[in-house]
C-alpha cells in the first residue's frame, strides 16, 4: 500500500544537520496495523511524519499505491493523521471538529460525521464543546476525525498516551476495525503488549536505524528487545496470548 | 451554517439601520422627514450639503474601518490561534501611521488632501515587504509574529522622533490629534483612497477561511488535510497589510475593534474559524459607527477622537468578556 524504500531524513534544524533517519524501506499494508516501536529518540515520529509527508526526505522515496504522493492534494485525500500532540485551538463542538476530517473533500456530509461519531461511541457528545470532555473522551472525537473520510491509510504517533487501559483497548479495537475494512494503519506505540496484541506487523527501530520488521511473535522476542530497550524482558503465555513482561 | 447564514443578514440589518439613523445624529438636528427627502432626491441644498458632503462619507469610513478590522482581528486570531493577538500585530498599523506623520511633520497635509493617506499606504506597504525580507514568506508564526513586533517598534521610534523633532506645538499636536484616529472631516476622497486597498486585503483574507479551519488541528495536522502553510502566511499577512494600511491611512490607529469583535461574534458561530469572518467584520462595522454616532450626540467642547472612544468601551468590555468562561478560546 504505501511503501518507503531506502528512506533518510535529516533534523529540520539546517545549523545542526544530523541524520534522524537511515536508510529505511518498509510497507504498510492494506488491511493490516503496522506498529512502529522502539525507544526514546530512536526516530519513531520522523519516520512516521516521513509517511505522512511532514518531513523531507534527504535520500529514498515514498510511493501510495494508485497514487502521487508528491502531490499535497492527493496525499490530503489519502491519509488521515493523528499528531502527538492533540491540541486544538477553539472550543469547537465535536461535530464540527469530526467535520475537520473531510476538509480534503471540499464538502461537509453530515450523515458521515454522523456515522464516525457513532463508530467510536462519543455521539452523545455530538454538540459538546471539545474542551468539556476528559481525556478518554476527546481521544475518541479525534478518532472519529481520523475515520470520517475512510481514509485508505492511517497514520498515528503515540495515540494511546495518557489513556486508561480501558480506553487504549477501545482505541485498538477502533483501529482494528478500520484495518479490517481494508485501511492500512500505521501507529507508534509505546506499549509493547498492546502492540502484540493487535498489530500485525512491526517496525523496530533504533538510533534512526530499521533493526528489525516483521510479524510481532518474530520481533518481540528477548533477544531483539533486550539490547535496543537495554531491559531483560520475560515472555509469558496466557492462554493463546503472549506478554512482555520487563524484569523489575 | 444556517445558523451563521442568519447572523450574518441580522448584523448586516443591523450596520444599516443604524448607519441610517446615524445620519440624522450631530450637532445640526435634523428629522426623519428631511433625511427621507434626501433620500428620495428631493431634498434641499442645506440637506444635501449635510447628509451627502459631510455624514455620508464618515459614517461609510467608519463602517469600513470598522469592518477591516473586524475581519483583521478574526483572521490573524485564527490564524495565530490565539484570542489575543489584534491586527496591528504584523507591524502594518504603525508602519502606515509612520508614514502618516512623515507626511504631517514635513507639512505636506496642508499642501494635497490626500499626501497623508498615500505616505501612509506606502508605509503600510512598505513595513510588510520589510517584514517579508526579515522573516521569508515561510517564516514561522513566531517568526512572523516577533518580526511584525520589530517592524512595529521601529515604526513607533519613528513616530516618537516625529514628535520630538516637529518644529512646533501645533504640528506636534496635529500629530498626536492625527494619531488618535478619527473619521471627522474625511470626505468621498478619502473613502476613495481607502477603498481599493481595503477590499484587496479583505478578499485575500476571507480567502483563508478554509484554511484557518483546518489550522484549529495544529500546523502539523492542517498540512496532512491539504493546507499549504507558505502559501497562507502570504496571503495573511499581506491582506492584513493591504487591508490595514488603507484604513489606518485615512483614519488614524483606532484600537480595540478588531481585538473585541471576533470574540463578541465567536460564540454565536460555534468558534469556527471561517464562520466567525464575516460577522466580526460586520460586528465592528456596527461597533465604530455607534462610536462615531456616539462622538457626535455626545456635546462636547472639543469632538472626541474615534480611538479614544473605542480604547474607553473596548477595555471594559474585554474585562467583562475575560469573566465569562469559555468566552475566549484558546483555553482547549
Known amino acids: 500500500m504505501l511503501e518507503l524504500k531506502n528512506v533518510s531524513a535529516l533534523t529540520p534544524d539546517s545549523t545542526t544537520q544530523k541524520s534522524i533517519l537511515h536508510d529505511i524501506s518498509c510497507r504498510f499494508e492494506a488491511g493490516q496495523i503496522t506498529a512502529i516501536v522502539g525507544p526514546n ?5 520522523t519516520l512516521l511524519r516521513a509517511a505522512a509527508g511532514l518531513a523531507p526526505l534527504s535520500a529514498g522515496s515514498i510511493h501510495l499505491e494508485g497514487c502521487n504522493w508528491k502531490n499535497r492534494k492527493t496525499r490530503a485525500r489519502n ?13 469547537l463542538s465535536c461535530r464540527d471538529v469530526v467535520a475537520l476530517g473531510l476538509l480534503p473533500y471540499g464538502f461537509r456530509n453530515d450523515e458521515l460525521v454522523t456515522a464516525a461519531l457513532a463508530r467510536c461511541h462519543v455521539t452523545q457528545f455530538s454538540d459538546r464543546p471539545i474542551d468539556t470532555l476528559s481525556g478518554g473522551e476527546r481521544s475518541r472525537v479525534f478518532m472519529a476525525r481520523l475515520l470520517v473520510a475512510n481514509a485508505p491509510l ?3 504517533d503515540e495515540p494511546t498516551q495518557s489513556l486508561d487501559v480501558a480506553g487504549a483497548l477501545g482505541l485498538m479495537h477502533l483501529l482494528r476495525g478500520a484495518a479490517d475494512d481494508g485501511a492500512a494503519v500505521g501507529v507508534v506505540m509505546h506499549d509493547l503488549n498492546l502492540a502484540f496484541a493487535f498489530c500485525d506487523h512491526v517496525l523496530l527501530l533504533q538510533n534512526g536505524v530499521l533493526k528489525a520488521q516483521g510479524a510481532p511473535r518474530d520481533v518481540f522476542t528477548p533477544s531483539q528487545l533486550e539490547p535496543i530497550f537495554d531491559v531483560e524482558f520475560d515472555v509469558m503465555a496466557v492462554g493463546d496470548a503472549q506478554y512482555l513482561v520487563p524484569t523489575m | 451554517m444556517k445558523k451563521t447564514i442568519k447572523l450574518n443578514f441580522t448584523l448586516a440589518a443591523l450596520l444599516l ?30 440637506h444635501v450639503i449635510l447628509f451627502e458632503t459631510i455624514r455620508a462619507p464618515r459614517i461609510v469610513l467608519a463602517a469600513l474601518t470598522g469592518f477591516v478590522l473586524g475581519l483583521s482581528g478574526a483572521a490573524i486570531q485564527g490564524f495565530l490561534r490565539n484570542p489575543l493577538a489584534e491586527p496591528g500585530i504584523l507591524g502594518a498599523s504603525n508602519g502606515a501611521a509612520l508614514g502618516a506623520v512623515m507626511a504631517i511633520y514635513l507639512g505636506l497635509a496642508s499642501t494635497v488632501s490626500y499626501w497623508v493617506p498615500l505616505a501612509a ?6 513595513s510588510v ?5 526579515v522573516a521569508g514568506v515561510g517564516a514561522s508564526s513566531l517568526r512572523l509574529i516577533l518580526a511584525g513586533f520589530a517592524v512595529s517598534a521601529f515604526a513607533g521610534a519613528g513616530i516618537a522622533l516625529a514628535l520630538n523633532l516637529s518644529p512646533n506645538y501645533f504640528a506636534a499636536l496635529e500629530i498626536a490629534f492625527w494619531l488618535l484616529g478619527a473619521v471627522e472631516n474625511r470626505s468621498w476622497l478619502h473613502v476613495s483612497l481607502a477603498l481599493p486597498g481595503a477590499v484587496f486585503g479583505c478578499l485575500l483574507m476571507l480567502s483563508t477561511a478554509r484554511s484557518l479551519n483546518a489550522l484549529a488541528l495544529g500546523e502539523e495536522v492542517a498540512q496532512t488535510l491539504g493546507l499549504n502553510l507558505r502559501n497562507l502566511r502570504a496571503r495573511i499577512a499581506i491582506g492584513l497589510a493591504l487591508a490595514i494600511g488603507a484604513v489606518v491611512s485615512v483614519t488614524g490607529v483606532i484600537g480595540f475593534v478588531g481585538l473585541v469583535a471576533p470574540h463578541l461574534v465567536r460564540p454565536y458561530c460555534g468558534h469556527m474559524p471561517s464562520r466567525s469572518l464575516l460577522p466580526s467584520a460586520l460586528l465592528g462595522a456596527i461597533l465604530l459607527v455607534l462610536a462615531d454616532t456616539a462622538i457626535r450626540a455626545i456635546p462636547t467642547v472639543m469632538e472626541l477622537k474615534l480611538g479614544v472612544l473605542t480604547a474607553f468601551f473596548g477595555v471594559p468590555l474585554l474585562l467583562l468578556l475575560l469573566r465569562r468562561p469559555g468566552t475566549l478560546g484558546g483555553e482547549a
Open chain 2, 121 to 126: 499606504a506606502v508605509m503600510a506597504l512598505a
Open chain 1, 154 to 156: 492511517l497514520l498515528l
Open chain 2, 129 to 133: 515587504a520589510v517584514l517579508m525580507a
Open chain 1, 41 to 45: 529518540g530512536a526516530g519513531k515520529t
Open chain 1, 79 to 91: 491519509l488521515a493523521y493523528l499528531s502527538q500532540f492533540q491540541n486544538i485551538a477553539w472550543p
Open chain 2, 17 to 46: 439601520f443604524i448607519g441610517t439613523v446615524s445620519l440624522m445624529v450631530g450637532d445640526v438636528a435634523t428629522s426623519p422627514a428631511a433625511l427621507v427627502d434626501w433620500l428620495a432626491g428631493v431634498g434641499s441644498e442645506f
